[in-house]
């Protein structure tokens, strides 16, 4: 069975072990500084040993489709050439960067930040079609706020264009691989998911979506790695009726594998963007700082709306509470049914945990790779700490799943750690030397 750090190919690229920083928002934005911000955010994970390094999602067209602010997109070459620096960098430490790839659709910032519609009033969503119930009564309520574009067939295909210049771009400019972002209720995620779609041409079946984008990606950026992450909306609602099934999720797996892709990472996920993603504890101390509540009112409009939201936020902590792993099960039974490798990430704390995930257990191997987004918030260097050490199998990220990191990205705060606790954690194994390589 392989180990953590046995190599792995992903679509003739070899990555020197199997395990990665899966994507997080680095909110860079795209001024002179991006390159630099991003080398801040990406390089330690490298750095400290991380064979593959995702940047989080870049959007695909430069106006429309940004699910939160600082996105850094890759629409323009000029500016995607700059961003050789982030790669040269990564590649100097050995290891591999694969970009995200993304286009929010009825998640987009011109549908839910308040302040972000009345700068951009032009803007309308692309939809793979007309929203579903609870987000028309979203809207009516004035939660959200819909100008609905729907997707022509023509327009579909122009989109995937879009897909295929970005990864064109990003071949440019040094990355490795591709990404695209096949859930967190994204239009990737929209496509594929009967809750979202009900078109009548040849997209009702939006695995054919993937298959053009993969195809636009062939013809504009060559034998570019391109991975996918597909969704299973197990954690719906219970009056989300039409929604992808685990089965479901495992047979467009198969699909993919057979259209081309050269990775996947399936992950449980609902039909909304909500804590289903980011499992843990309420962050309370994130809706209480000073210093973000004037970015909540601009994001949600007003402070009673704030509270509203931070509310939904508190019940949702209850019903997606931390597991451990909660992706391994759906993605043991991806990896029985494909040929190419299988990304697991989502709740993966400890180095046993990775060895066990891998094959080093009783159960059936999950994954072929494991990776972790939030610890690397908390500790930007963790990989030095989980690979080629004496004490690795006790090693342990000391993330508290408390979600201070990410509540404030609405607002275009960095994702960063803000918990006390494991800060202080951290500068006790930054004194010890935990960090360091031999």
Same mark, same amino acid.
């Given at each position: 069975?392989?180990?953590?750090?046995?190599?792995?190919?992903?679509?003739?690229?070899?990555?020197?072990?199997?395990?990665? *920083?899966?994507?997080?928002?680095?909110?860079?934005?795209? &001024?002179?500084?991006?390159?630099?911000?991003?080398?801040?955010?990406?390089?330690?994970?490298?750095?400290?040993?991380?064979?593959?390094?995702?940047?989080?999602?870049?959007?695909?067209?430069?106006?429309?489709?940004?699910? /939160?602010?600082?996105? =850094? &997109?890759?629409?323009?070459?000029?500016?995607?050439?700059?961003?050789?620096?982030?790669?040269?960098?990564?590649?100097?430490?050995?290891?591999?960067?694969?970009?995200?790839?993304?286009?929010?659709?009825?998640?987009?910032?011109?549908?839910?930040?308040?302040?972000?519609?009345?700068?951009?009033?032009?803007?309308?969503?692309?939809?793979?079609?007309?929203?579903?119930?609870?987000?028309?009564?979203?809207?009516?309520?004035?939660?959200?706020?819909?100008?609905?574009?729907?997707?022509?067939?023509?327009?579909?295909?122009?989109?995937?264009?879009?897909?295929?210049?970005?990864?064109?771009?990003? /071949? %440019?400019?040094?990355?490795?691989?591709?990404?695209?972002?096949?859930?967190?209720?994204?239009?990737?995620?929209?496509?594929?998911?009967?809750?979202?779609?009900?078109?009548?041409?040849?997209? &009702?079946?939006? !695995?054919?979506?993937?298959?053009?984008? $993969?195809?636009?990606?062939?013809? +504009?950026?060559? %034998?570019?790695?391109?991975?996918?992450?597909?969704?299973?909306?197990?954690?719906?609602?219970?009056?989300?009726?039409?929604?992808? =099934?685990?089965?479901?999720?495992?047979?467009?797996?198969? *699909?993919?594998?057979?259209?081309?892709?050269?990775?996947?990472?399936?992950?449980?996920?609902?039909?909304?963007?909500?804590?289903?993603?980011?499992?843990?504890?309420?962050?309370?101390?994130?809706?209480?700082?000073?210093?973000?509540?004037?970015?909540?009112?601009?994001?949600?409009?007003?402070?009673?709306?704030?509270? #509203?939201?931070?509310?939904?936020?508190?019940?949702?902590?209850?019903?997606?509470?931390?597991?451990?792993?909660?992706?391994?099960?759906?993605?043991? +039974?991806?990896?029985? $049914?494909?040929?190419?490798?299988?990304? #697991?990430?989502?709740?993966?704390?400890?180095?046993?945990?990775?060895?066990?995930?891998?094959?080093?257990?009783?159960?059936?191997?999950?994954?072929?790779?494991?990776?972790?987004?939030?610890?690397?918030?908390?500790?930007?260097?963790?990989?030095?700490?989980?690979?080629?050490?004496?004490?690795?199998?006790?090693?342990?990220?000391?993330?508290?799943?408390?979600?201070?990191?990410?509540?404030?990205? !609405? =607002?275009?705060?960095?994702?960063?750690? $803000?918990?006390?606790?494991?800060?202080?954690?951290?500068?006790?194994?930054? $004194?010890? &030397? /935990?960090?360091?390589?031999?």
């Amino acid at each position: 069975m392989p180990e953590l750090e046995t190599p792995l190919e992903i679509g003739g690229v070899e990555l020197p072990n199997r395990l990665y *920083r899966a994507p997080l928002l680095e909110c860079a934005g795209e &001024g002179p500084d991006a390159a630099e911000t991003l080398v801040d955010e990406l390089e330690p994970a490298a750095a400290a040993g991380a064979g593959l390094v995702f940047q989080g999602a870049a959007p695909v067209r430069e106006e429309g489709g940004r699910v /939160a602010p600082s996105m =850094t &997109g890759l629409a323009d070459p000029e500016f995607t050439a700059s961003l050789s620096k982030l790669t040269d960098a990564v590649h100097d430490h050995g290891g591999r960067v694969f970009v995200q790839l993304d286009h929010g659709g009825l998640r987009s910032m011109e549908t839910w930040h308040v302040e972000y519609r009345r700068a951009n009033p032009e803007l309308t969503q692309l939809a793979v079609s007309e929203p579903p119930w609870p987000l028309r009564l979203a809207d009516r309520l004035g939660f959200l706020d819909f100008d609905v574009r729907v997707l022509s067939t023509e327009e579909v295909y122009d989109l995937a264009e879009d897909f295929g210049r970005c990864a064109a771009n990003a /071949a %440019d400019a040094g990355y490795d691989g591709v990404h695209l972002a096949g859930a967190n209720m994204g239009i990737l995620q929209q496509f594929l998911s009967p809750f979202y779609n009900c078109r009548d041409d040849e997209f &009702g079946d939006g !695995v054919r979506f993937f298959e053009v984008v $993969r195809d636009e990606i062939r013809a +504009r950026a060559g %034998d570019l790695p391109v991975v996918a992450k597909v969704p299973a909306e197990t954690e719906s609602p219970p009056f989300v009726r039409r929604h992808l =099934t685990a089965a479901d999720a495992v047979e467009i797996c198969a *699909r993919l594998d057979r259209i081309g892709y050269d990775a996947l990472a399936p992950v449980r996920v609902s039909t909304f963007w909500d804590m289903s993603i980011v499992r843990g504890r309420f962050p309370e101390r994130a809706w209480r700082d000073r210093r973000f509540r004037e970015g909540y009112v601009s994001a949600f409009g007003s402070r009673w709306k704030a509270a #509203l939201v931070a509310a939904a936020n508190r019940v949702e902590a209850f019903e997606y509470d931390f597991e451990p792993a909660w992706n391994a099960g759906l993605a043991r +039974r991806v990896r029985e $049914r494909v040929t190419v490798p299988v990304l #697991l990430e989502g709740g993966i704390r400890t180095r046993e945990q990775m060895d066990r995930l891998l094959g080093g257990g009783e159960s059936p191997q999950a994954c072929d790779a494991v990776g972790m987004g939030r610890p690397f918030y908390a500790e930007p260097r963790l990989p030095a700490r989980l690979l080629d050490t004496a004490d690795a199998g006790r090693a342990e990220a000391i993330c508290e799943n408390c979600n201070n990191c990410t509540v404030p990205q !609405v =607002t275009g705060a960095n994702g960063v750690c $803000r918990t006390p606790e494991v800060l202080a954690e951290r500068g006790e194994l930054v $004194r010890e &030397g /935990a960090y360091e390589r031999d």
